[in-house]
């Protein structure tokens, strides 16, 4: 892309912002399930933690590939299956989410291909951590010289794109020893374990010097409009059938000797 920032010689297109704090991750991949498919306008969601640890799978995930399925049931973690691609994440209230929905016109240069969408994120997120050492997209990660602190989704309708980033500003251990090493991880990670492959965004830029960053970098692109929650003008919950769901332990059960 010749130019980052350039968006229409009409003027920059309106981006909705939605600045939450805790959302339940359920709650969140819903709304933004949604936006993506009944509304026709740009939308940018930040959720500063999520209320309570979660496992979030892509929606092609094989759950006995990808999760220690007993200890995830003996700790009663929720299961939840996105209606994105992608890998598999370990959330909580030390994970922020950014969520960018657009319209396939909205930015001048990005197609609605994946690769064409990744490198825009890229080079929006190269605005955000400027003067921060050893930034980039690695592969379809956002990492801190080789080790990941973001994990990507994407989903593309005929009109619109959603790119939606986990970013671990902080983590626990402990849940990330709920997840296996996935067959099909990213060559830069070699064969490495979460705790060498992963790092914490915190020992880089403070929690909200993150969102503030990123809401002045999509100012760059977009005429970006704070709104309220309560005045999203879309269905509602009970109105739309959603892809993403939480998975039942009985699920999980019958999903494990499926695929055993």
Known sequence: MAVMGKAKEAGLPLMKLIKLRGMPILQQLHLEERLLRTSSDNWCLINDGTNSPAIVM?????????????????????????????????????????????????????????????????????????????????????VFGDRKFGGNAQSITKNRWIHHTSF?????????????????APQYRLTRSHMDFICRMKEYLPRSEFIERTIKALGSQFSVKSISLESIDVPSVSEYVHTTKLLTEQEIQETCIVQT
Request: hydrophobic letters at 40%; aromatic letters at 10%.
């Open 58 to 142: 892509g929606l092609s995930g094989k759950l006995t590939e990808l999760v220690k399925v007993k200890p995830v049931l003996q700790d009663r973690i929720p299961i939840i299956k996105r209606f994105t691609g992608g890998g598999t994440v370990v959330v909580d209230h030390d994970t922020i989410f950014v969520t960018l929905i657009c319209n396939k016109d909205a930015v001048s240069n990005v197609q609605p291909f994946p690769r064409s969408i990744m490198s825009w994120s890229g080079l929006l997120y190269s605005e955000v951590f400027k003067g921060l050492d050893d930034f980039r997209l690695r592969e379809n990660d956002y």
């Open 168 to 184: 671990l500003w902080d983590y626990e251990v402990k849940n990330m020893s709920y997840l296996k090493l996935p067959a099909k």
